[in-house]
């Protein structure tokens, strides 16, 4: 009985080793760049090398966000499954991205309000040497909305105005924007959704939105005559991260005139990567993204898509910051090849 107990005992055992010997290694492997997955006799193990060797992380921003949207529209017109899959994740907001580029594992892009580069050189002095930008993407246009007794901005001093939750495109560009305009409020940072029903009760003075017009809220949101946009002229205070823009009655047409234009400043949004080693396998992924990304660009601005897609310059630039050199390398291809064909 003994002897029969300790056979089959050793059975078992060789035969958990050989489980553990062919499947955990496997495992571990696949989620590691240049392992021994791919030399595993297991055809699944294989295709999740392979599904690992060309998956791109795009850190987004909130779900309510246009920063996320993009980021999905980017998943969704790049895709060639195993030859490459963007994975777009929901984060605390545009902002946060720039944390995630440079520390989370598996995140390889980013989509980031271009101010808020002023943080980073001073947190990380040497900031322009580890990001590089792919594309200047579109703007996020700043919307300073008001009660009907608020006539201007100066009329906003001392009180209470909303710059939507931190880790927010408005909860970080607003106050730096507020700053440079010299206006002292009283600052909350609670959900938007919530600082408008509080504004109508006359709690909250004003909200700021810093995002991709037209905003739902005031498109779709019924709002008492007086409820409008305050306008924010572009001076020189803004020259170094932002750009000029309007509102239109296109954009609102429950809020603003047929004629009528509110000059606003808008903040670029940027699509950011990882300076990686050129010889890496991270470089790679991007790279491929960039041939993709740009090669497609001609579905991004058709149907089924954010109209933004259609003013996109793939060749705009970005103050402070080098372009990739896998994006500069494509759009080298493409200036010859014209040239060529000329």
């Known amino acids: 009985m003994n002897t029969l107990f300790r056979t089959n005992f050793w059975k078992l055992v060789s035969a958990l080793a050989v489980v553990i010997s062919i499947v955990l290694p496997g495992d571990v492997d696949a989620q590691t760049q240049g392992g021994r997955a791919a030399r595993s006799a297991s055809p699944s193990v294989v295709q999740k090398a392979a599904m690992n060797a060309w998956t791109v992380g795009l850190a987004g921003g909130q779900l309510e966000g246009a920063p996320i949207r993009f980021a999905a529209e980017i998943a969704r017109a790049v895709d060639d499954g195993q030859n490459l899959l963007v994975l777009p994740i929901v984060t605390r907001g545009p902002v946060e991205n720039m944390n995630a580029l440079l520390n989370l594992r598996g995140v390889d892009m980013a989509i980031v309000n271009s101010d808020a580069l002023e943080e980073y050189k001073i947190q990380a002095p040497d900031i322009q040497k580890r990001i590089v930008y792919l594309l200047n993407l579109f703007p996020s246009e700043l919307h300073i909305f008001v009660r009907p ?194």
């Open 149 to 342: 007794e608020i006539q201007s901005l100066k009329d906003l001093a001392g009180k209470k105005v909303n710059f939507n939750t931190l880790g927010t495109a408005a909860a970080y560009s607003g106050p730096l924007i507020f700053s440079r305009l010299g206006l002292d409020v009283e600052k909350t940072f609670i959900p938007h959704q919530v600082a408008l029903e509080q504004m109508r009760k006359g709690e909250i003075a004003a909200v700021v939105f810093i995002t991709s017009k037209p905003v739902d809220a005031f498109v779709r949101g019924r709002w008492d005559p007086g409820f409008k946009f305050l306008p924010v002229a572009y001076e020189s205070k803004f020259e170094d991260y932002y750009l000029p823009t309007v509102l239109e009655a296109s954009d609102y047409p429950n809020l603003i005139k047929q004629g009528e234009r509110i000059p606003t400043i808008a903040v670029p949004t940027v699509l950011l990567s990882f300076n990686w080693p050129a010889n890496s396998n991270r470089y790679q992924r991007v790279a491929r993204l960039v041939d993709y990304l740009f090669s497609r660009i001609d579905r991004l601005q058709g149907p089924g898509f954010d109209p933004k897609w259609k003013s996109i310059n793939l060749a705009a630039t970005v103050p402070g910051l080098v372009r990739s050199s896998s994006a500069q390398a494509w759009l080298d291809r493409q200036a010859r090849a014209k040239q060529v064909s000329q």
